[in-house]
C-alpha cells in the first residue's frame, strides 16, 4: 500500500505537493482521485497524480478526506495531461 500522494491542488501553479496518506484511506486513494488537504490554515480540493511509498519533503502533512467514491482522472488522461504540460513548457 503506498503511504505517500503526491497532488495538485487545484488553482496552484502546478507544483504537485505530498502528503501522507493515513491508513484509513490507504485502498481508497488511486491515481486520479480527488481529495481535501490542508494548505496552511484551510482545506482545499486536489487531484491525486502519483502514489509513492517514499518522499524526500519534510514536514508531510495528511490527507483530510476523499472527495468521491471513485477517480475521476483515469491514468492514461494523466499521462496525456504531463506530456501536454511538457510539450507546451506549461503547468499540468
Known sequence: MP???KVLIDQSA???LDY???EAFGPKVH???RVSVPVRTRLVLATVIELSDTTDA???RAV???VGDRP???PLLLRLANWISEY???PI
Open 3 to 5: 503511504k505517500y500522494a
Open 14 to 16: 502546478g507544483k504537485p
Open 20 to 22: 501522507e496518506i493515513p
Open 31 to 33: 491515481v486520479g482521485s
Open 58 to 60: 519534510e514536514g508531510v
Open 64 to 66: 483530510e478526506r476523499i
Open 72 to 74: 475521476v482522472l483515469s
Open 88 to 90: 507546451y513548457c506549461c
